[in-house]
């Protein structure tokens, strides 16, 4: 980026990854060279953070000794990072929409995308981090993530955006759904409302930032680096969550019975269910959607089978509804 900012300054478009126009704003795209150089650049650096880390991973839990908040300082990394995505994207809608001459209602895809996807997946896939390891889901889950950004920061034109956006959306429902589990698994029983409580204030405080953050990334560099910014916090989040995090994984429903089955259909209802309700929240003043269609199928069927995406009949117990509730 500081290579593609200097050449910009002195006419050179060859690698530049915005060039400047009249009034020195870095909006126009141009040049194949620098998104080379620049994915070029993030693989060596992920190789080389890779080979580091493995290294490393022997040393570095042989000395830890407060393994709880270690393990939620690397986890912090990765929901810090999409929390931010989120608020700082939003500032730079109104560029995307000038750059890609496109109307603020079409260009807002960018986010909605995002957000339901994240919405739609996280049951499922904290469902999934239950069975396969929670740390294996969440590692997966950013490095999707990174991928989605990549290509949403090269984007030619908006669909490919949105589609990276969404792509991006499914690597933030992976972290989102098994970073709060792993830092609760990691503390005491005694402690889990301590541990809920800074993950929490983690993400409130990446919600806040994030719009200063896109304002600024906006003014000085472009709407382009709003969507790369992320990339480097994220594989820094997955090297630490490689070299501190053990595996975890509960794969028992709330009556104590074993069952490491997915639910297929559950997730398929679940998504669909979210999915429409949420479009409804959106966009119900054109379109007439039957979420309650689905959302009825999704109770039924989660309430008779033995592996439930979510256990409805937690919502017996008082306390757990009002907190819901409230």
């Known amino acids: 980026v500081h290579l593609s900012i200097r050449a910009a300054r002195r006419g050179d478009t060859r690698f530049c990854l915005q060039a400047p126009n009249r009034a020195g704003a870095f909006e126009v795209p141009v040049g194949k060279g620098a998104h080379i150089v620049t994915i070029i650049g993030l693989l060596i650096l992920a190789a080389g953070v890779l080979l580091l880390v493995l290294a490393g991973v022997p040393v570095v839990r042989a000395r830890m000794r407060e393994y709880k908040y270690w393990a939620f300082a690397a986890v912090s990394i990765g929901m810090i990072s999409s929390s931010l995505d989120h608020g700082s994207v939003n500032v730079a809608l109104p560029t995307v929409a000038g750059h890609f001459q496109t109307d603020f209602t079409t260009v807002q895809w960018v986010t909605i995308g995002y957000a339901l996807t994240i919405s739609a997946l996280l049951l499922p896939m904290g469902r999934l981090s239950d069975l396969m390891g929670r740390k294996k889901v969440y590692i997966g889950g950013s490095l999707i993530f990174v991928l989605g950004a990549l290509v949403a920061g090269m984007s030619p034109n ?121 479009l409804a929240l959106t966009n119900g003043h054109k379109s007439d959607w039957t979420s309650p269609i689905i959302l009825a199928a999704f109770i039924w069927w989660e309430l008779r089978t033995t592996g439930p995406q979510l256990d409805l009949r937690l919502f017996q117990r008082s306390l757990f509804s009002l907190g819901v509730s409230a």
């Open 158 to 278: 908006l669909t490919t955006l949105v589609v990276a956006r969404i792509i991006e959306g499914s690597g933030a429902a992976m972290t989102q759904g098994t970073g709060m589990a792993i830092v609760i698994a990691a503390f005491p029983a005694s402690e889990r409302g301590k541990a809920i409580g800074l993950i929490i204030t983690v993400i409130g405080t990446g919600s806040i930032a994030g719009p200063a953050i896109g304002g600024f990334l906006v003014d000085a560099l472009g709407w382009r680096a709003v969507l790369l910014a992320n990339v480097p916090v994220v594989l820094l989040g997955v090297a630490a969550s490689m070299l501190i995090l053990t595996d975890s994984r509960d794969d028992h429903t709330s009556q104590g019975v074993r069952d490491r089955k997915f639910d297929w259909l559950g997730a398929a209802l679940s998504t669909g269910a979210l999915l429409t309700l949420l």
